[in-house]
């Protein structure tokens, strides 16, 4: 609507879900963090009625982007160096468990997929970070989907929410895409060495790399105002 900018989005408007049209403009700070978030006021902005506002609200609530208070509505989460590394510390713990089980089921034909995939992200030509995003879902997804512990698997999708939607703002520069690129390789051998322990120091290192992108990028950010 006129007065109110919007983050691009990867696909038409009206395909894309309420809460991730919000989720694109808290990102890019078109619904700057701190701020109130009155439901009249998103039904306006986004032209609809109040229902899916309210829906979008519980759902970037608990993706992290919102916090509810009974008392004080709905606001902005900040979205600085505490929050993300709340987020990666968490992660750092929940996918070296997720990969040990893996490791010792894992089928050739899994580690080939994980191979096609890998090879896919590597031929990727220029910053296609959606693209990228999409793929390294599918690369993990591999190796996590079939967990047992469907809690550790939901509770990483909902920060993965988070980090590609800041990856979206942040995109990783050419020397992060190549530290990924050697820390998938490094995945994928130590799954085919059947290494649980390897493979769990190169995913937690995975996501300490990536924690530290997303603060540097935070940084930059903040000095420059």
Excluded: C, W
């Excluded at 032209?47 to 982007?65: K, M, T």
């Excluded at 970070?129 to 879902?137: E, K, T, Y």
């Excluded at 051998?189 to 990536?210: F, L, M, T, W, Y």
């Amino acid at each position: 609507m006129p007065g109110h900018p919007q983050a691009e989005d990867t696909e038409p408007a009206e395909a894309t879900p309420l809460h991730v049209r919000m989720r694109g403009d808290i990102v890019s700070g078109a619904l700057p963090a701190g701020s109130r978030l009155k439901t009249q006021d998103l039904a306006r902005r986004y032209d609809v009625s109040i229902n899916p506002v309210r829906e979008a609200l519980h759902q970037l609530s608990g993706e992290g982007f919102v916090i509810l208070s009974r008392n004080r509505g709905a606001r902005v989460r900040m979205l600085d160096e505490a929050f993300v590394r709340n987020i990666f510390d968490i992660r750092a713990l929940i996918e070296p468990y997720l990969i040990r089980l893996f490791v010792g089921h894992a089928s050739r034909e899994e580690i080939a997929r994980m191979v096609a995939i890998q090879e896919e992200i590597e031929a990727l030509d220029g910053p296609d970070q959606v693209r990228l995003d999409v793929l390294d879902d599918a690369f993990h997804q591999v190796a996590y989907g079939n967990h047992f512990n469907s809690e550790a698997l939901a509770i990483r999708e909902r920060h993965g929410q988070v980090v590609h939607a800041l990856a979206l703002r942040y995109p990783a520069s050419p020397a992060r895409r190549r530290a990924q690129n050697e820390e998938h390789r490094r995945i994928i051998a130590a799954i085919a060495a059947a290494d649980e322990n390897a493979a769990a120091a190169v995913v937690e290192e995975h996501a300490r790399g990536a924690e530290r992108h997303l603060l540097e990028q935070l940084r930059r950010d903040r000095a420059n105002g």
